[in-house]
């Protein structure tokens, strides 16, 4: 098949790592890739989306379509909360996975940039959610009937594909040799537009280096 006529994959990207590889390793097995981010008024936002531009920049290619941006506000819904307020409960480097759980936001992302595919007609859409992650939102069940009330609301929904479903954090930062990973983004305090280096995602990018015996080229604003 020539390439111009490689079926589309839509990738939901953030600035952080797994969407990150999950992107580059689309390009890399020649699909034609339509990254979408989805922007929904979170403190840390101005700074993820600079940096998923900077990454999809640095891997660009014939294959790669331009960044699509969809506007999805949640402040209002949140209310005062650490990831809208700047205030200083932003969850640290010692707290548990679930301290940073944001109620429905795998539900929002993801139906909105299903709608916008099922709209273009795009067949699949693929979310780098790990096997990992703790939230409800994130297990298979949950997808599985998501994607079930989605194919009955739009009469037809791409296709959800999690190709990281079993995979730890260190897992994907292997995967993610030859990419530009010091350009993802992956913190919800960042400070001067660096990670802040003690936020619990801050320390979740340290150890899934560590963990993956890789180096980190990160630039921390808290070195430790």
Same mark, same amino acid.
């Given at each position: 098949? +020539?390439? %111009? $006529?490689? @079926?589309?994959? *839509? &990738?939901?990207?953030? =600035? ?6 999950l992107?580059g ?7 034609r ?9 979170l403190?840390w ?10 990454y ?9 379509e331009p ?5 999805e ?6 209310g ?10 932003? +969850?640290? %480097? $010692?707290? @548990?996975?679930? *301290? &940073?759980?944001?109620? =429905? ?8 940039s ?17 096997g990992?992650?703790p ?10 009937g998501?994607?079930t ?6 009469s ?21 040799d030859?990419? +530009?990973?010091h350009?993802?983004?992956?913190c919800?305090r960042?400070d001067? =537009?660096?990670?802040?280096g ?6 979740e ?8 015996n890789?180096p ?9």
């Amino acid at each position: 098949m +020539p390439e %111009a $006529e490689a @079926p589309m994959i *839509a &990738v939901l990207i953030s =600035g952080g790592i797994e969407s990150a590889v999950l992107c580059g390793e689309f390009v890399r097995s020649r699909r034609r890739v339509q990254p979408i981010y989805i922007r929904c008024g979170l403190d840390w936002e101005d700074v993820e989306l600079a940096a998923a531009r900077a990454y999809l920049k640095a891997i660009a290619c014939d294959r790669l379509e331009p960044l699509v941006v969809l506007d999805e506000p949640i402040r209002d819904v949140y209310g005062p909360h650490w990831s809208t307020d700047g205030g200083d409960d932003v +969850p640290g %480097a $010692e707290t @548990p996975d679930e *301290a &940073v759980y944001l109620p =429905g936001r795998n539900l929002l992302l993801t139906v909105k940039s299903a709608l916008w595919c099922r709209l273009r007609d795009v067949q699949e859409l693929a979310l780098g959610s790990l096997g990992s992650n703790p939230f409800p939102d994130s297990t298979p069940e949950f997808f599985q009937g998501l994607e079930t009330v989605l194919g009955q609301a739009l009469s037809g929904s791409p296709t959800l594909i999690r190709p990281f479903s079993r995979l730890h954090k260190s897992d994907v930062v292997a995967r993610g040799d030859g990419l +530009p990973l010091h350009l993802t983004f992956s913190c919800i305090r960042p400070d001067a =537009g660096l990670h802040c280096g003690v936020c619990n995602k801050c320390a979740e990018r340290r150890n899934g280096f560590r963990d993956a015996n890789r180096p980190d080229r990160t630039r921390y604003a808290d070195e430790q």
